[in-house]
Every structure is written in structure tokens, then in C-alpha cells.
T-cell receptor, first 114, second 114 residues
């Protein structure tokens, strides 16, 4: 299995509080991604990174920010959590080149905003 | 822009019957295509991938998929369903445009009947 660790695995937080989810990889892959998974929507891209300090928005980025200060860590922050952000969040990584075309996924973080 | 459509959010088959999960994609350039499987409370696991080599791709657990450019399809099949195949399946497309992004379909939940 690809070395991807997400923390925490479960979190319950109150509306309006900031929340940070962490993704840590040991594969030295260049690309990292944050997705959210919701019933009927599949996985939707929130933000992604193509290098240290290089990040960009995905299709559902409103209310989220990210940071990548080291190759191995990609943080997702909910600036002020809302109930609509209750979801399962997945981190993914991918490498470069013809031999590294697929994304590898972490185990997910289940976030509940009450 | 790339997109993926999975026909049928739920599919039921009898044990031993053919599994056919449908995926159609939209891409302006030759894509990479993937099928992932997700078991309950787990992350996504790669089943197989198409990267412009052979159009018939074999994956793990007896699954295979055929890339048909004329039909913009990448349907997943397995000749004989097993109870352990019950899971959710996601089709995804990736195109390199400055960076890699993975766009997922909404998923198909496969139920295997005894």
C-alpha cells in the first residue's frame, strides 16, 4: 500500500470553528489532492498541489484552504466549518511519468459538523 | 474539460453472473482512464488503468475493461460475480494539462445476490 496517512480519522466539530485535516505521505510524490465524498456526488476535487507551496483550486474549493510547506504534508483547513461540510475527506497522491499515472488514496477522514 | 458519466448508481447481479459497470468519458485529448473499488469505510483501491497501450486492460480480482474511443467508453466487466465483489466502483479520467487532475464519476454500488 502507498504510504499515505490521514489524521484525524474521525472528527466532530461545531459550526463556525476552524478545522485542519492532515495528509502525510512517505512516497515523495509530487502531486497531492484533497477530495470530498458525498452520496450521489462521487468524489469531488477540493484543492490540489503540484509541489511545495504550489497549490490550486478544484471544483468545490469555497470555504477551504490548503497549505503544503513540505513535500510530504498537505493540510486542508476549513476556515469556519458549516454543516454542508459534513463529509468524508480523502487525500490522494500521484507521481510523474508513464509509470506513475494513477492516484493512491488514504483511508479517509469522516468529519461531522454539528 | 474532462468529465465522467457512470450509468446506474446501483447494479445487482446474481453470484456467478456477468458483471457490467458502465463508464463514458469526455475529454478533448487522449485520456488516462481508471477504475477504482471502495469497500465500506475504506479508501479507494485501483482496479485497473488505461494509459494508451492495449485497449483491453486486465486488472485485479478478475476484472477487465475495454477502451473504445469511438464510443468514448471504458466499461468494467467480470465474467462471474463473487460475493466479495460487492462494493462501490468509481470510474475516473485524468489528463495532464500542466498538472494531473483526476475527475471521478458518481459511482456504482454493486450488490451480489446469493
Amino acid at each position: 500500500d502507498a504510504g499515505i496517512t490521514q489524521s484525524p480519522r474521525h472528527k466532530v466539530t461545531e459550526t463556525g470553528t476552524p478545522v485542519t485535516l492532515r495528509c502525510h505521505q512517505t512516497e515523495n510524490h509530487r502531486y497531492m489532492y484533497w477530495y470530498r465524498q458525498d452520496p450521489g456526488h462521487g468524489l469531488r476535487l477540493i484543492h490540489y498541489s503540484y509541489g511545495v507551496k504550489d497549490t490550486d483550486k478544484g471544483e468545490v474549493s469555497d470555504g477551504y484552504s490548503v497549505s503544503r510547506s513540505k513535500t510530504e504534508d498537505f493540510l486542508l483547513t476549513l476556515e469556519s466549518a458549516t454543516s454542508s461540510q459534513t463529509s468524508v475527506y480523502f487525500c490522494a497522491i500521484s507521481g510523474q511519468g508513464q509509470e506513475n499515472t494513477e492516484a493512491f488514496f488514504g483511508q479517509g477522514t469522516r468529519l461531522t459538523v454539528v | 474539460a474532462q468529465s465522467v458519466t457512470q450509468l446506474g448508481s446501483h447494479v445487482s447481479v446474481s453470484e456467478g453472473a456477468l458483471v457490467l459497470l458502465r463508464c463514458n468519458y469526455s475529454s478533448s485529448v487522449p485520456p488516462y482512464l481508471f477504475w477504482y473499488v471502495q469497500y465500506p469505510n475504506q479508501g479507494l483501491q485501483l482496479l485497473l488503468k488505461y494509459t494508451s497501450a492495449a485497449t483491453l486492460v486486465k486488472g485485479i480480482n478478475g476484472f477487465e475493461a475495454e477502451f473504445k474511443k469511438s464510443e468514448t467508453s471504458f466499461h468494467l466487466t467480470k465474467p462471474s460475480a463473487h460475493m466479495s465483489d460487492a462494493a462501490e466502483y468509481f470510474c475516473a479520467v485524468s489528463v495532464f494539462s500542466g498538472t494531473y487532475k483526476y475527475i471521478f464519476g458518481t459511482g456504482t454500488r454493486l450488490k451480489v445476490l446469493a
